[in-house]
């Protein structure tokens, strides 16, 4: 079967002929619709992220895939079914995180990620996984099924940021999204859903005309441009925001979020930034607003199945109109190079499999 | 009535003669016992906290006050009922934080805090308070009363600090104290108390012998000493925390906090830092941590009088040894500067009254 890797010698995407997989007990056979590419798939690329599975100098790609049950190999799933995996795997003997359902919460070094670090990925013609990390999907959501995956990292982080404010009356009115990426703009359109948030804000430094700000305008929210607007500079150029959510990966950004949050605030932390930056914060400050306006910063990463069945119903609940402009372009395997393209006219692409 | 005062052209407290008060309309009198003496109080008294009632140039100083009930006023109070009054009231109107009973969650410009900023404290014979402010006490802990608003500072802060980690399932078992003055001291004790915990850290920088690090083993805490193991070298040194409290206001800890503690844990904030200090941090260190080990940090300021509620039951929980430890000497007005001393073998001191 196709499958589309890099290897440590040759960091290029490309197709190789790889032997179709069985599945063992409790595992589906899981025939491949198509797959997401997203920031992290182009950090595993560029090697700044990510590792090649045990005892391999090849990494099948892909952690954001949509597939049909080829052979549910009597796990109670059902052929023909649509289905979207989850990306973490125990490493080893499951522990206590993944027994209770809580892969996002393992650990780091307890678990593996499929398609990123430590194990294969889902962009093959076909793959197995055990059928408890196979979510079910409506058969009509199957074409943008790839979306689970982003939009269940925003349903963690949310989940996160509001259970941090669970212990008093909070009232979130403001939101700022900082990064107008893929993930940003998902979540921009979730948070337009959710009847808490009046005001949106998207921060970029992308000058018009540009696709993903007619994206932010066409869902009400203000776009920021940080080169005019600094993250810190917000509250007064604006309004401070009730939620941040965090999605560049740039380091300052994490510090500046504390001063772009308004009293009893909470910031989502999700890009993770490389390399080893020193640099100067107001830190007095900063400490000083985070404990006498009871702010918070709250970190996250991944998402379990629990996220993924939430994310479902959210997909099916986002407007045609964002997805079909969010998803700029679907390819074939023929054209590899392209859905692996990032350019300022790409949001976010996927690959396509045709086998039958 | 003697009143303890400082005035803008005077910052040593003096007692002063005052007028008795007189409860308004849904107030009532309040005969003062005791009135604690902690670091707020220290830097209200230097001038770098809080600030004098709006058109006086005295304060009258005291926030953690117990009292008996003198004159009901028809409050639904008893006259000669215990009770412990709440340190914040509304400035002006009161805003939808006050209605709601969290005062402690207004907005800046929302509130006067007695004792500290914009209105007079309690340390005088009488006080006067909305009667919903003043909490019941028995009357078996009428002695130690004052200990009653610290100890709702960190009900509140623990209680953020588990709520932020209530979207999974947390089961913390490691914490660390940073800061072994009253708080840090007396936090510890009701850590010790919870079953969560089987290893308790208190980070300080004193040298033996010392009558803090004594309380910290009593505890069968682990002392470290900070000019020894700074607090990101904890993990290694000892282990990483779970939770860690944060209470020395030193705005290095609070980023430090990020990178001593475990996977999924948080850090609260409590110390409030003064000044304006910029310093060099490992910014995309410590971002990565937060994000990718779902790490948070959890502000926390003042407290409500469900809290305080909350602290009259942990209150009476406490050993009374590491109360007696912890109060290290109660003064007559006659020795006002004596309570308000703090040098090495100072932990926390009190002011008494002796009105009948």
Redo the contacts between chains.
């Keep these: 079967m196709d499958a589309i890797v890099v290897t440590r010698d040759d960091r290029q995407p490309r197709v190789v002929d790889r032997p179709r997989p069985e599945p063992g007990p409790g595992e589906a056979l899981v025939r491949t619709l198509r797959v997401g590419v997203d920031g992290t798939d182009h950090e595993v690329v560029a090697g700044d992220h990510g590792g090649f599975p045990d005892g391999s100098d090849e990494l099948v790609l892909g952690h954001e895939a949509v597939g049909v049950v080829a052979d549910a190999n009597g796990t109670g799933l059902t052929k023909g079914q649509v289905v979207v995996p989850t990306v973490r795997r125990p490493r080893g003997e499951p522990s206590s995180a993944f027994e ?1 359902g ?1 892969a ?2 393992a ?2 070094g307890d678990y593996v990620e499929r398609g990123i670090d430590g194990a294969h990925g889902f962009m093959a013609e076909y793959f197995t996984s055990p059928a408890d990390c196979l979510v079910p999907v409506p058969d009509d959501l199957a074409d943008r099924g790839f979306l689970v995956e982003p939009i269940s990292i925003t349903e963690k982080a949310l ?2 940021a ?8 909070w009232q979130p009115e403001t939101a700022l999204v900082l990064g107008n990426g893929s993930l940003g703009l998902l979540t921009l359109g979730m948070l337009d859903q959710r009847a808490d948030f009046e005001s949106l804000y998207c921060l970029g430094r992308r000058d018009r005309p540009d696709p993903t700000i007619d994206i932010v305008e066409e869902l009400g929210a203000t776009y920021v441009d940080s080169r005019e607007t600094p993250v810190g500079e917000i509250p007064d150029a604006h309004e401070p925001a009730d939620l941040v959510y965090e999605a560049t ?1 740039h ?2 950004h ?2 500046e979020t504390v001063e772009a949050l308004a ?2 605030g909470v910031g989502a ?33 991944n998402s379990n199945a629990g996220h993924f069945a939430a994310a479902v119903d959210t997909l099916a609940a986002l407007p045609d109109w964002l997805l079909d402009d969010v998803v700029t372009s679907v390819h074939d395997l023929g054209d590899v190079q392209a859905a692996f393209r990032d350019d300022e006219t790409t949001i976010k692409t996927a690959l396509q499999f045709h086998s039958q």
């Design positions: 209770r809580e996002d919460m650990a780091p989940e996160l509001f259970a941090s404010r669970s212990a008093f009356d990966g380091a300052r994490a510090f009293p009893n932390l999700l890009g993770v930034p490389a390399g080893d930056w020193r640099f100067e914060v107001a830190g007095s400050d900063i400490h000083r607003q985070l404990v006498l306006q009871n702010k918070a910063l709250v970190g996250s990463v």
